[in-house]
């Protein structure tokens, strides 16, 4: 019966735990939506230069940024360009007929 209750504890702090990071993202999200209701930023529509949207957009251009960073490895993916191709060789059969299977290099950032 202890066991019972101490696992209904714990699934209550899980959740409510979730739901403060929940609550948090929301609240952020508030923030950016009054920023662009009152105007958002002063920039022309077709500007280019990504450093000029910093101010305006923190959050992405800061993850914008880091895709610049090629030094990330892990067992399944990575940031530099590997030739997935050549570490798994049954692709080649899987995408038969799509240009993948002629050379298919790892999904990186866009820096």
Known sequence: ?????WLIAGILAIV???LGLLANSIMNRSQEAEFIAKGGNNLPDQECKNE???PFYPRQYDSWR???DTTFRSRYMSSQDDDLLALRPEM???WAGYAFSKGYNA???HM
């Open 66 to 68: 880091a895709t610049a």
């Open 16 to 18: 409510t735990f979730l």
């Open 52 to 54: 000029l949207f910093a």
């Open 1 to 5: 019966m202890k066991k019972k209750h």
């Open 92 to 94: 080649v059969v899987l």
């Open 107 to 109: 999904p990186r950032g």
